[in-house]
């Protein structure tokens, strides 16, 4: 009797602890909510709810109005008809969008998926992530044999039709031209060189001011490999460019100057005057000894 009667005492005092704890614990939150207003957080509390902060940061989904290309949601699109709310749920910047629906405004569509890769601005990684989510319409896409695409509502006549289809005779292995005076049509002769990659090569020239070196062939993306050995270099004197009297807009649209060595030469001759080499500007962290190698065949100083 007496071991159980002490059990019983036992749980009665502590029943009657509780109890006072919390009348005690009630009225100090009265005297404190009511009389003295809000009770102050403490370190302990406010390094808590900031950790909670995050942990709900991390779980809220990206807006639909842009968002990290890390956890955006990809998916198929087409960026010549994708809307703008579509491209930035797929994590480009809102400028990047905006100089897309730029370029299609002008009448521009790309024609390829590795055309899409050209979008200023979208750096390779951010191209490759988008790369198997990228579809063209058949309508937009470059013609396989250098025709166009028929026009809708119509269809295409024979001779349209034979055109477009009709493949092209291609160089045997060993034949050589002349990458400087090449045309097109010459171009598409080489195994793995269609109308598209044609003119990506003629261009190229024109913005260079003519090939110097095979090699520079290689700084052409997407190209079929040993693209070299089907041309020789011809003895054409490359189109150059005065450089102390270029504009700031005809400097910068040569491959081999970005803006910022751009604006580096134009602010030295500017404020020191008309360079005499560049050799002058060695001093620059903006250009390498590489740099000016490349970049002699195409400028001149007087």
């Not at 962290?285 to 590489?290: D, K, N, R, V, Y």
């Amino acid at each position: 009797m007496r071991n159980r009667w002490s059990k019983e005492s036992v749980k009665t005092l502590i029943l009657s602890a509780l109890s006072a704890g919390i009348v005690v614990s009630a009225v100090w939150t009265c005297r404190h909510t009511v009389a003295d207003g809000p009770a102050p957080i403490t370190s302990g509390e406010r390094a808590s709810l900031v950790r909670l902060a995050g942990q709900l940061q991390r779980q809220t989904p990206p807006s639909a109005c842009g968002g990290s290309s890390s956890s955006a949601r990809l998916f198929a699109f087409d960026p010549n008809r994708a809307d703008s709310l579509t491209l930035l749920k797929l994590g480009l910047e809102s400028w990047q969008v905006g100089n897309i629906m730029k370029y299609r405004r002008k009448g521009g569509r790309w024609r390829s998926p590795e055309h899409f890769s050209r979008l200023y601005g979208l750096s390779r990684s951010e191209y490759e992530r988008l790369r198997p989510y990228l579809r063209i319409a058949a309508a937009d896409a470059a013609p396989r044999y250098g025709g166009w695409p028929e026009r809708s509502g119509g269809e295409p006549s024979d001779t349209c039709a034979r055109h477009r289809y009709q493949p092209v005779e291609k160089y045997a292995e060993g034949t050589v031209i002349a990458l400087n005076s090449a045309d097109t049509t010459q171009l598409k002769r080489i195994p793995g060189i269609g109308s598209w990659k044609a003119r990506r090569i003629v261009d190229y020239r024109t913005r260079l001011g003519g090939y110097v070196s095979l090699a520079q062939l290689e700084e052409l993306d997407d190209m079929p490999p040993g693209l070299s050995r089907w041309f020789t270099l011809d003895e054409v004197s490359p189109r150059t460019i005065r450089l102390n009297r270029a504009s700031f807009k005809e400097l910068v649209r040569h491959p081999y100057l970005s803006y910022e060595q751009t604006k580096v030469i134009v602010n030295h001759v500017r404020k020191y005057g008309p360079l005499s080499s560049w050799s002058d500007l060695r001093l620059y962290t903006e250009f390498s000894p590489a740099d000016f190698e490349r970049l002699a065949p195409y400028f001149r100083f007087d």
